[in-house]
């Protein structure tokens, strides 16, 4: 079946470190992922996508590597900062579809 | 920067009455979506809706739901008999173009409360 696997941890980080933040997905026929950030309370916040035909897109601070062979889908967060701490969210779209496919999140605590 | 509203962001009921939660898309989107999160849990899609009509449904969107867009700038929800387990975090997104690679941004969400 379609889904898009995460278990949820708790990942920890000091302030200033890098983060990594990994995500399985297992629909081969995705061809677009986003990541969403998401805080207590709150909607989620797109934080950076890449299509298919990509294995690494940059945005401020992020960095999305897209492994299709394994099918593993990895966010990386430079330099992170408190405000980053919040629980991180894959998505694929199952290949076309109208609708997002979530994983199920990764707690991201950062420590000053 | 244009966002995705949503009233009311807290709602409460008794079980088996109707709920009706309200959205407005971001003006020039053509696509538009609920997403429920159950506490704890992770963001289950329940219906995406283009040109007045729903273009894909999840297996949770059953028959007390329903969708509607009113006019030319809300988007609601209707949950006709509420139930217990219906008990979520709602969001509501939109997209500029459909297809499954566009962007979906989402609303802050309305946390619907069953007793």
């Known amino acids: 079946g379609e889904s898009v696997g995460l278990h949820l941890p708790t990942l920890s980080v000091q302030e200033g470190d890098n983060s990594i933040i990994n995500c399985a997905y297992s629909?081969?026929?995705?061809?677009?992922f986003i990541w969403y950030k998401q805080e207590s309370g709150k909607g989620p916040q797109f934080i950076i996508d890449?299509?298919?035909?990509?294995d690494k897109r940059q945005g401020q601070r992020v960095t999305v590597l897209l492994n299709k062979t394994v099918k593993h889908l990895s966010l990386q967060i430079a330099a992170t900062q408190p405000g980053d701490s919040a629980v991180y969210f894959c998505?694929?779209?199952?290949?076309?579809?109208?609708?997002?496919?979530f994983g199920a999140g990764t707690r991201l605590a950062v420590h000053p | 920067e244009p966002e995705v509203t949503q009233t009311p962001s807290h709602q409460v009921t008794q079980m088996g009455q109707e709920v009706i939660l309200r959205c407005v898309p971001i003006?020039?989107?053509?696509?538009f979506y609920w997403y429920r999160q159950i506490l704890g849990q992770k963001v289950e899609f329940l219906v995406s809706?283009?040109?007045?009509?729903?273009?894909?449904k999840s297996e949770i969107f059953d028959d007390q739901f329903s969708v509607e867009r009113p006019d030319g700038s809300n988007f609601t929800l209707k949950i006709r008999s509420t139930k217990l387990e219906d008990s979520a975090m709602y969001f509501c997104?939109?997209?500029?173009?459909?297809?499954?690679?566009?962007?979906?941004?989402f609303g802050p969400g309305t946390r619907l409360t069953v007793l």
């Open positions: 809706f283009y040109n007045n009509e729903i273009s894909e």
């Open positions: 890449i299509r298919s035909n990509m």
């Open positions: 997104a939109s997209s500029d173009t459909g297809g499954g690679t566009d962007t979906q941004y």
């Open positions: 003006s020039n989107h053509l696509y």
């Open positions: 998505a694929e779209n199952g290949g076309g579809y109208n609708k997002l496919i």
């Open positions: 629909n081969s026929a995705s061809d677009y």
